[in-house]
């Protein structure tokens, strides 16, 4: 605790004053403006609404839409988080072990990170789009019929590999800190032992970088749940048919192209439901820090 | 950083971690290098696959047209328009960011006053309120308010952060009490204690999170979609989306290679240039 303090008493206010107006408008006035629409229905015309208790939220549950779209995300998230990490602490593992050039490889591996999630999906649909993409070519000439704006797990594939791609980056430069982090003496020690780098690394590095990937399987779940709006919408717009609707895209597309208001509302809620189930997930069993910027 | 780790192999095995690594880098580093690539071909070359691996002649031409505004599907606006609404965004928020978390940390770790662990946890509450889950109501919001359309529509619903806060927070917490004694002894007020003593040290603070928020701010997508309406507003990830059409024969794929890569360059430079801070930032702020 600290001791010495600045006595003033008007100023301390003054200085919170600008976060705190941001965050009354901007977070909790809309936030509690989703909790009162979710439990109200407008008319054909918006003109009025009526309460309706947790109407709204039953509806929601029980629309076969909203299942699809809660197995979509399930799905998507976990093909992202897994691929992503374990890709990354592969690639960890490789830098650790080389000598010469780890810093031109990181410099290589951090690009990106620095690129907006839907630009990648649009790379990746240049790259692999059926009629001119020059990666999508060979799968052609190879007699797969390779075709993500009409095939569902095409395009599941498709938007899995931009999200994993650009993720991959962030994952492997907390592997390599995490690695780093790891007492040399216990990997001396195993090495006098004469364990086998497979042997140690399943027992001894592994284990101790679970801090690390608890925490980067929180942030990549919630990467792939909010982050990868972009690839969704830029991308494959929730199609062909719902095959990529995340529930994300599912809220935007409730809310701003049907505008169906309550509904809308009603997922927020359950969104938020959800990530505050995830923080307190990870303070309860990491007591680390989720990043949102 | 040079030392290898006790189990690291020799000769063959240290080899196969290079072919790993060089691979590896290919895969990540690939997508950006053909952007860059497609972006000096001409529209005819781009739509017959393969695409060459080396440079084309276009590069001058495709450079040129596209920032002269050619792009007619949003409207002509020209890309240095769109990168000035995209650097003025990104610098808004990782700039008021800064300011504004700065201040709030300062207010709650040097002073004491009623209420003050409530507003802490105000801030951080919002940790759990990513602006995804309150798109609709932010969006009435805005609207009330009349900043459609406009940089600080743009720039202020993403400008509270509770991360920063926390991590200002934390960082001034560590400064000792002595230190703040002695400046108080000297007869520094509020003012010049933040000025001569807390703000040198924490400029290495402020790089990694100025790094961080400019990528964030940079890379918004679903805020921007849903704030600008006008063309001249859009910033160049949503110009972008709106000038692609895989299903459209029309779409001039030589300038939308352009876009992409001036929509790429500035976040990786800053991040490429930035990285000592960047890495040792986002590792230690985010544990």
């Known amino acids: 605790m600290r001791r010495t303090v600045f006595p003033h008493k008007l100023l301390p206010w003054l200085l919170l004053a600008p976060q705190l107006a941001i965050t009354l408008i901007f977070f909790y006035w809309p936030a509690g403006q989703a909790f009162r629409q979710s439990m109200l229905r407008e008319d054909a015309f918006g003109l009025k609404s009526t309460f309706v208790g947790l109407a709204n939220f039953r509806k929601v549950l029980g629309d076969p839409n909203y299942l699809n779209a809660v197995q979509v995300t399930a799905v998507f998230s976990a093909l992202v988080a897994l691929f992503a990490m374990a890709i990354a602490l592969f690639l960890a593992v490789q830098a650790e072990k080389v000598i010469r050039g780890k810093g031109f490889y990181r410099t290589l591996m951090i690009w990106p990170y620095a690129v907006a999630p839907a630009i990648a999906g649009m790379l990746w649909l240049f790259m692999f789009n059926p009629s001119f993409g020059t990666l999508a070519w060979p799968l052609r000439q190879m007699g797969i019929h390779w075709n993500p704006l009409l095939d569902g797990d095409h395009a599941m594939i498709l938007v899995v590999a931009a999200a994993t791609w650009k993720q991959i980056s962030y994952n492997f430069l907390f592997f390599v800190a995490g690695l780093q982090a790891i007492p040399r003496s216990l990997l001396e020690a195993a090495a006098i032992d004469g364990a086998s780098r497979r042997h140690a690394f399943w027992t001894i590095v592994f284990p101790l970088l679970t801090p690390t990937t608890f925490f980067l399987l929180v942030v990549n779940t919630v990467y792939a749940l909010f982050d990868t709006f972009g690839i969704i919408h830029a991308v494959t717009g929730g199609g062909p048919g719902k095959a990529t609707e995340t529930l994300v895209y599912k809220v935007y597309n409730d809310g701003f192209v049907n505008l169906i208001m309550g509904d809308s509302a009603a997922q927020s809620v359950i969104l938020m439901i959800i990530v505050i189930a995830l923080t307190a997930f990870q303070f309860r069993f990491i007591e680390r820090r989720v990043h949102y910027g | ?287």
């Open chain 2, 1 to 287: 950083m040079a030392e290898a780790s006790p189990l690291a192999p020799r000769g063959a095995g240290r080899l196969v971690a290079h072919f790993w690594m060089v691979l590896g880098v290919i895969v990540v580093a690939f997508p950006v290098y053909y952007v860059f690539i497609a972006s000096t071909h001409s529209t005819q070359t781009i739509l017959r696959p393969p695409l060459p691996l080396l440079p084309g002649a276009e590069a001058a031409q495709n450079y040129s047209d596209a920032f002269s505004g050619g792009i007619s599907r949003i409207g002509g606006v020209s890309l240095w328009r769109l990168l000035a609404n995209t650097t003025i965004v990104a610098m808004g928020i990782a700039l008021g960011k800064i300011a504004i978390s700065m201040a709030s940390a300062y207010a709650i770790v040097f002073f004491r006053f009623p209420l003050r662990m409530a507003c802490f946890w105000l801030i951080f509450i919002t940790l759990m309120l990513p602006v995804e889950v309150r798109i609709q109501p932010t969006y009435k919001v805005m609207v009330d308010l009349g900043l459609i359309d406009t940089y600080p529509g743009l720039i202020l619903p993403l400008i509270a952060s509770a991360t920063a806060t926390l991590l200002f927070r934390q960082f001034f917490m560590t400064i000792p009490d002595e230190l703040l004694e002695a400046a108080r002894v000297d007869g520094a007020g509020p003012w010049r204690f933040f000025r001569d003593i807390l703000w040198p040290l924490s400029l290495t603070n402020v790089a990694a999170i100025f790094v961080i928020q400019f990528i964030y701010g940079w890379t918004q997508y679903l805020w921007p979609l849903l704030v600008t309406n006008s063309n001249d507003m859009n910033t160049i990830v949503i110009a972008l989306k709106k000038m692609i059409s895989f299903a459209d024969a029309d779409t001039p794929w030589n300038l939308v290679m352009v876009t992409s890569v001036l929509a790429i360059l500035p976040p990786i430079l800053v991040v490429v240039l930035m990285q000592r801070w960047f890495v040792k930032g986002l590792v230690e702020t985010e544990k």
